[in-house]
């Protein structure tokens, strides 16, 4: 396995509102590695893209990282001035957003966006910061850069307007680029294209990868290691297809019987997860999916289970893997 790049520690997110405070990350460490793909896999609302929010340190308000270490370039990225993250981000992390639509300055050309990072960060030229991100719209796919480069936002697809924001977030060769569900609202096919073309990008430069999805599909096609997230936690992680193939927490068993197989659809019942999650402003002194749970037992409403190495490099937290 390559070097770590990024090392994530025992970090707290945590959300105050009024008397309540929410615990949307409470307690994750992971580490990401050079060249390689890390997915954080988990439903909505499970807390995954607040915590790579919070290694950007661009947690909305009311949120506010409460404990832990974020270690990139061997330095901790909470204890960073403001104007050291604004070098990081873009530079050193980059990040694709979820809907590019809203991402994307509706007034500015899209040429103009993908130049604005070299200019702001690699002190490129206007000349030059144009020359290069013709480039880059090349490398992307799109068609036609030397003229659509002066076109606007609206004048582009959806799955086009997600290759400028690739563009925009390896404009600068960061090291790390996070993919927060690059694929939401675009069809099958484009979604394929999309993710070829983030990892593929990131193979060929070295840039490590950490994709925010809830498509188990994707963590077998595109994942190196993968860190599977409920109510604020890691649940289970390790190497892709150790955790693919031999799934052992009960809420991904869960997850994976949810899937409708294509070799027996006449007489398959899907088995959903019944229950909801629980809710992260109340405290919880036991394992969270223990009420949606099928062989929980006494211990597990007592105590929450530590992850702990189950397999090869395999983790897992419940106390009835042990």
Do not use: W
């Not at 099958?188 to 990868?209: C, M, P, R, S």
């Amino acid at each position: 396995m390559s070097s770590v790049i990024l090392k994530v520690q025992d970090l707290r997110t945590h959300f105050f509102m009024g008397q309540e405070v929410l615990r949307a990350v409470d307690g994750i460490s992971y580490d990401v590695h050079e060249g390689e793909t890390t997915v954080l896999l988990g439903e909505s609302g499970c807390g995954k893209t607040v915590s790579v929010l919070s290694i950007l340190r661009m947690v909305p308000a009311p949120g506010k990282v409460v404990a832990g270490k974020i270690i990139f370039g061997g330095q901790n990225l909470l204890e960073a001035s403001e104007e050291e993250m604004i070098n990081i981000r873009g530079q050193g992390i980059s990040m694709v957003f979820q809907e590019p639509m809203t991402s994307l300055n509706p007034i500015i050309s899209v040429g103009e966006q993908i130049a604005e990072p070299l200019k702001e960060h690699l002190k490129m030229s206007s000349k030059s910061a144009r020359k290069r991100a013709i480039e880059l719209m090349h490398l992307v796919g799109l068609p036609d850069p030397e003229r659509r480069h002066c076109e606007y936002p609206f004048q582009f697809s959806a799955g086009m307007r997600q290759r400028v924001m690739i563009a925009m977030a390896l404009s600068c060769n960061p090291k790390i680029l996070i993919a927060d569900e690059p694929t939401t609202a675009l069809d099958v096919t484009v979604q394929a294209q999309i993710l070829d073309l983030i990892t593929g990008l990131a193979k060929k430069t070295g840039t490590a990868v950490i994709l925010i999805t809830h498509n188990l599909g994707l963590v077998a096609r595109y994942a190196d290691t993968v860190n599977v997230m409920y109510a604020g936690r890691i649940i289970e992680s390790g190497l892709a297809d150790a955790v693919c193939d031999k799934p052992m927490h009960p809420y991904l068993q869960g997850l994976l019987q949810c899937i409708p197989r294509i070799e027996n659809l006449d007489d398959q019942q899907l088995n959903p997860i019944y229950g909801r999650p629980p809710d992260l402003s109340q405290q919880i002194n036991g394992c969270y999916f223990q009420p949606r749970c099928l062989i929980s037992f006494t211990s597990c409403s007592k105590k929450y289970p530590s992850l702990d190495l189950i397999g090869d490099g395999h983790y897992c937290a419940c106390f009835a893997r042990r």
